[in-house]
């Protein structure tokens, strides 16, 4: 996710550049800020410039693949011009492969604990990215509706973006097809799912879709 800082001088990235690094050549967290220093020759007080403990660095690094997901799709010049649906499919699209250049690194992190739920933890500050871009394409397309009963509830479509979002997450950590081509199965059917939910016309799709989980499921 980010490259290691050619240059002497110490940033944010350079720091979570090590941390990665070094938990998968430990396969371990590091057990004190001070001996993770001293085998990455960095200060404490540098450490400590950016990050106030091991768990806000790694809050920090799901923060940073939102972040460059984001400024990828935004290299586009055509997305501002993409239908909602398009616009989400991209953005899944290309957090997933962000997530597959750190494979290594994204499960070892969210396999750390036996508790799914702490590992989860780690994913408050994307929780409120996901949420806070699946609003606004809501908003978006709020904007063209005059009667309120036919705008959609951002709240709840935000909500079940997330959902959404942890199922995938799940999918693509179980996925070994080549070049997890499955998952993106899995992001296409399930975008298309959930806008037909929100379109009133889900029935087909929902059928589709739920025979592609239960196939997968249940081979």
Known sequence: MVAKSKASKVTEDSIIS?????????????????????????????????????????KEIWNKFYTNTEALILKNEAYNNFSNKDKM???????????????????????????????????KGLRKHVK???????????????????????????????????????????????????TDVAIEKSIHTVFDIFDNTPLENILDFGKFLYKETFP
């Open 132 to 182: 806070s871009f699946a609003a606004e394409l809501i908003n978006d397309a709020n904007a063209n509706k005059n009667l309120k009963i036919t705008k959609y509830n951002p709240q709840v479509f935000s909500e079940g973006a997330w959902l959404q979002f942890l199922f995938l997450l799940k999918f693509w950590m179980d996925d070994t097809s080549p070049g997890f081509e499955k």
């Open 89 to 123: 499919l991209t953005f899944f699209y290309t957090f997933f492969e962000m997530l597959t250049l750190n494979r290594s690194y994204v499960l070892f992190a969210l396999k750390e604990h036996n508790s799914p739920l702490k590992n989860l933890g780690q994913l």
């Open 18 to 58: 090590m941390y990665m690094d070094y938990v998968l050549e430990h396969e371990s967290v590091p057990k004190s800020i001070y001996k993770f220093c001293k085998q990455n020759k960095l200060s404490e007080a540098d450490f400590y410039r950016f990050f106030g403990s091991v768990e806000s660095l790694q």
